[in-house]
């Protein structure tokens, strides 16, 4: 049975914002898909208590916390298979 990963829909926009200064907008827009590619290996193999538990408040809370291209990537696991991708910060961001 393979695992669903689904981005939502603020996931997905934080990876659309994501720019840079050195490299052109297609390499951009490579980087992008391949972080996506990476997140989706990731969380394929995580297991349902891996990752770091968030328990504050906020749009974090009760969600767990991988690191994928020094990325903090925040998800839920559902009990049907299901991972969603919440959100995630880049390196540096508090």
Do not use: C
Not at 3 to 27: D, G, H, P
Not at 67 to 75: C, Q, T
Request: charged content about 30%; overall charge positive.
């Amino acid at each position: 049975m393979t695992r669903e990963i689904i981005f939502s829909r603020s996931a997905l926009k934080q990876i659309s914002r994501i720019q840079s200064e050195r490299y052109s907008v297609a390499e951009t827009a490579e980087y992008q898909i391949q972080l996506i590619q990476e997140i989706e290996v990731r969380l394929m193999h995580v297991g349902p208590e891996e990752g770091f538990r968030e328990y504050f408040r906020g749009p974090w809370a009760n969600t767990r916390r991988v690191m994928v291209s020094g990325y903090r990537v925040y998800y839920t696991w559902d009990k049907d298979e299901k991972v969603t991708v919440r959100g995630l910060k880049a390196p540096g961001m508090k």
